[in-house]
């Protein structure tokens, strides 16, 4: 394998650290941690549907951010309205500013560059924000600007066929000799695979492989440290 692309959030850091945060600051009833966890997966499923209605112009960017946790808290019967979903989504931002790596992507990414494979970025959202993210991590210790892709920037975004395609002419890809490693089944596993790339599906949340899926990822892994595992294993075949 020559190239590998990843996803960022929840692929290359834990984003639900980020929501359990917010979490404690912002609502006043006490939570487990488990209904923390369902509160979060509810939150990321309307923020992928919303997204993409944000990104068809069907909706407005706010209503993309303050609908996902309006609607989450709706479905757990939380007390939740417009104002206070605002300052959760501002909040939850801040929190975004003391994000950190994975430990086992913190050794991947370094052993990765040693090999000699080609490492590049591709992650949906707003510039600037995913921006400060990749400036949070650190990543361009090991990737830099120029192969580092936001689909804010580009005005496409993943699964779609054109962000790929926009990648593969930015970086003069082999479409057979590049991998993508993301979390999202549908964004990440569908779009790679699409597009002709391989792909391994970081699914540490260990979500269920739909049942009608047209396509199934090379590989499929549920923590950071199996996915650097394959790449220390010699028996690894990418």
């Not at 206070?84 to 560059?113: G, M, R, S």
């Not at 924000?129 to 990543?139: A, E, P, R, V």
């Not at 892994?221 to 394959?230: F, G, K, N, P, W």
Request: proline share 4%; glycine share 4%.
């Amino acid at each position: 394998m020559k190239t590998i692309i990843f996803d960022v959030d929840d692929t290359l850091y834990d984003q639900a650290q980020s929501f359990h945060n917010t979490v404690k600051k912002l609502l006043d009833q006490p939570l487990s941690k488990e209904e923390v966890d369902q509160l979060y997966k509810a939150s990321r499923k309307y923020s992928e549907s919303l997204f993409d209605q944000s990104e068809a112009g069907e909706i407005s960017q706010f209503e993309w951010q303050t609908g996902r946790i309006l609607l989450a808290c709706h479905d757990f019967k939380i007390p939740m309205d417009t104002e206070k979903a605002a300052l959760f989504h501002e909040t939850y931002v801040q929190e975004q500013t003391n994000i950190a790596l994975f430990p086992e992507v913190e050794e991947l990414l370094p052993l990765l560059v040693n090999k000699g494979i080609e490492l590049g970025i591709l992650t949906n959202g707003e510039e600037k924000h995913q921006t400060m993210k990749i400036k949070q991590l650190g990543l361009s210790r090991w990737i830099p600007a120029e192969k580092t892709f936001i689909s804010g920037t580009i005005g496409h975004a993943k699964p779609k066929r054109e962000v790929f395609n926009y990648i593969e002419h930015s970086m003069n890809l082999n479409q057979k000799e590049t991998m993508y490693i993301g979390d999202n089944f549908e964004k990440d596993i569908i779009g790679a695979k699409q597009a002709g790339w391989k792909a391994i599906w970081m699914n540490h949340r260990k979500k269920p492989l739909p049942i009608d899926a047209e396509y199934k990822p090379d590989l499929e892994v549920h923590s950071a440290s199996e996915l650097l595992e394959i790449f220390l294993s010699k028996k690894n075949s990418f």
